[in-house]
C-alpha cells in the first residue's frame, strides 16, 4: 500500500510499538453476522414507518444480508428468527444463501409473540404452555441442524408486571428444566447463547434479568451454554466492559448483540450513540485474545458477533452497512492498544499512563489502515458511497411495502 496516508498511518503505529501485521491479520478475522429482522419493516413500540425498500421475505432478507457481505466483506453469515423466517426447505434457503456468498447463522426462536406466552413461555405455570415452549425450542435445534448452523441464540420476555403475579423462584426451575432439555439435543458442536435484559416487556421482574443470572444459567446447563451481551440490555450506568471481561474470564462470553442506545433498548446503529464503550469492550476483548490462558484467549477468539438493531426512520441495508464499519474501527483502534505499556503502567500503579496507553489508542485515525485492508481485499475502499452509487437503493424501492396499505398509528 503505498497511499500517502497510509504510510503516514504506519510510521505513527511503528513509533507507538504497533505489529500492524498482526492488527490486520485479526482484523481480516473479524466477521459480524446480520440479522434477518434488521432487513425487515420493523420500528419502535410507538409505531413503524413502512419503507419501501423494506425485505418482505425471507429471501429477501438474505439478500439485502448479502448486499451488506459484498459491500463490507465482514458479513458472511445472517441470524435468521423462527418463525418469521420458517420455510418448507431449509435445503434450499440454505443454498440460496449460499449462491449468494452467505451462510445461515444464530437460530434465534421466537416465544414472545404467540397470544398463549403473554404470562410467560419457559416460565409459565401452565406446563402445557412450557411443554409448547420447549418443542418449539427443539424444532429451532432441528433447524440448526438443517441449515448447518452451530449457534441457538436465546432471548426471552418472560417475566410479570405486578408483584405476586408469578412464583419467582419457581419460574427459575422451570425455565432450566425447559432449557436443560434443549441443551440435550443440541449437537456436540452446537453453542446455546443466553440473552439478558433488565426489562421490557415486564415491567415488574424479568426471568432472566441480568449477566449474572444468565451466567449463572449458562453454568448449570453445561459446557455448550454461554452469555450472549446485547448493549442495548442494561440499566443506565452499567459498566459493560466490566461484565464482558469478567464473562470472558470465567471462559462464558459467548457473543453480542451490537447496537446503541441513550436510553433504553433503543436498538440503534451501533457505535453510533458511544463509540467509547464499545472501544472499551473491544479492549476486553483483545486483551483476552492475549491471555496466556489458552482456554480465555480461545473463549474471546470464538465471540459470535452479531448486529441486533431496529431501524425505523432509516434505510435498512446501509444502515447495517454502518453498524458493521463503526464495529470495525472500534475493534481496529483497540487493536492498536500498546499492551506492553498498559502492563507496565499497571505494574508501577501509574494510574494516568495505564489510561492514557488505552485512550490513546482510540484518538488513532483508523481510516487509512481500514481503507488499506479492503483495498487488499478487493473490497470498497468506502463502502457507504460504495453502496450509493451501485444502483441498489433504487433497486430495493422497487419491492412495494406490505405496510403500505396498514393504517398509521400506534401497533
Ligand atoms: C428484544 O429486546 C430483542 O431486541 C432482543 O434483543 C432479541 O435479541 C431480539 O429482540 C430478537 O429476538
Ligand atoms: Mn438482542
Ligand atoms: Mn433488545
Known sequence: MTDKAYTVFEERQKERGIDLQEVRRRLKALEIETPSWG??????????FPYKGAARTTLEKIDDAAA?????????????HIPWDKVDDYGTLTGYAEERGIRIGAINPNLFQEPEYMLGSVTNTDAAIRR?????????????????SKVLS?????????????PIR????????????????????????IEYKFYEPAFYHTDLADWGMAFNMANKLGPQAQVLVDTGHHPQGTNIEHLVAYLLNERKLGGFHFNSRKYGDDDLIAGAINPYELFLIFYQIVDAMRDPDPAIAATANRIAYMIDQSHNIEEKIPAMIRSVLNVQVQYAKALLINFDEVREAQEKQDVLAAEDAVRSAFEQDVTPLL???REEDGL????????????????????VSKQETTPSGLK
Open 132 to 148: 409448547k415452549a420447549t418443542e418449539h425450542l427443539l424444532e429451532c435445534v432441528d433447524i440448526a441442524r438443517a441449515v448447518d
Open 371 to 373: 481503507r488499506a485492508f
Open 154 to 166: 436465546l432471548w426471552f420476555s418472560d417475566g410479570t408486571n405486578y408483584p405476586g403475579q408469578a
Open 380 to 399: 470498497p475502499v468506502d463502502p457507504m458511497r460504495a453502496y450509493k452509487e451501485s444502483g441498489l437503493h433504487e433497486k430495493v424501492l422497487g419491492r
Open 39 to 48: 432487513y425487515a419493516d420493523q420500528g419502535t413500540r410507538f409505531r413503524t
Open 170 to 193: 419457581q419460574r427459575v426451575n422451570w425455565m432450566r428444566e425447559c432449557l436443560q432439555t434443549t441443551y440435550g439435543a443440541m449437537a456436540p458442536d452446537m453453542r446455546m447463547l
Open 68 to 80: 451488506v457481505h459484498r459491500f463490507t466483506g465482514a458479513c458472511p453469515a445472517v441470524a435468521i
